[in-house]
């Protein structure tokens, strides 16, 4: 990981003295926990970051989560062999155990037509690059910021033939087309409702204006909001500069040796 190693925050960074005993971990992946990379695919994991998430997610009584704009399958396929508790789209799927059966909302046929219409609008555009997330529509113009305007019209356009079920959000580099209904708020309150986390204080790490809404439920909930980088404004009351420091935080509350490089 390429952390700078003098980056800071206005924000202080949350508490590790706490341990982990009694958090309900949540955390976003892409800018969070790995390095943005320049399309969702090209992204490896370490396979020590792998084993940080999985000896925090023992030391945490099984009480932590990814909520990602991922699909859940594709965390799987990011993360594997380690499979962990996961929000998916935003909050559309949500598999709440590590062997619990993923459930969600089915609304990808509405989404299929403004798919096309937006691909072949877009096909000889250098560097904009359309993901299907099923229910989500991903319009990516990291490699070619100058098409930001002409997408987000496009996306507009789209919004409206679709009706008021969807949302558009803009993240890092990215539009996103998804249904209303979920997000990763409602995702984080699914959770503490459940399982290995009710009853304990929640933690949300995250770096994207989508990150937000769970920020919002976590300060409601008296838990620690964490933003990663420098956006602001934020909801946020803590800080961490850069997915190194993540990492390192991670360690310091699950009692792993903090000597050992992520790269
Ligand atoms: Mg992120």
């Not at 070619?144 to 558009?168: S, T, V, Y």
């Not at 539009?175 to 009853?199: C, D, I, Q, Y």
Request: aromatic content about 4%; proline content about 6%; overall charge negative.
């Amino acid at each position: 990981m390429d952390a700078e190693p003098h980056s800071t925050t206005d924000l202080p960074p949350p508490p590790t003295a706490v341990g982990a005993g009694g958090l309900a971990l949540f955390l976003d992946v892409d800018g969070t926990l790995l390095e943005i990379s320049e399309t969702p695919d090209s992204v490896r994991v370490s396979s020590n970051l792998t084993g940080l998430l999985r000896r925090a997610h023992d030391a945490l009584g099984g009480a932590l989560a990814l909520v990602s704009g991922r699909s859940v399958e594709d965390l799987d396929r990011l993360f594997r062999p380690l499979i962990l508790p996961a929000a998916g789209l935003h909050g559309l799927e949500i598999r709440s155990r590590v062997d619990a059966p993923v459930t969600g909302h089915d609304l990808a046929d509405d989404l299929a037509q403004e798919k096309d219409r937006l691909i072949a609008e877009f096909i000889d555009a250098p560097g904009i690059v359309i993901e299907d997330k099923g229910p989500c529509l991903a319009l990516h113009y990291r490699r070619n910021p100058d098409l930001k305007a002409p997408l987000q019209a496009a996306a507009e356009e789209a919004l409206g033939r679709l009706g008021g079920g969807f949302q558009i959000i803009a993240g890092n580099m990215v539009f996103e087309l998804k249904p209303a209904a979920a997000n990763k708020g409602s995702a984080v309150r699914a959770f503490m409702a459940t399982g290995a986390f009710r009853g304990r204080r929640p933690v949300m790490i995250g770096d994207d204006v989508t990150d937000e809404d769970a920020f919002g439920v976590v300060n409601d909930m008296d838990g620690l909001a964490v933003c990663v980088g420098g956006r602001r404004p934020t909801a946020a009351r803590h800080g961490l500069a850069d997915v190194g420091r993540v990492h390192a935080w991670l360690q310091d509350i699950c009692g792993a040796t903090p000597s050992r490089s992520l790269d």
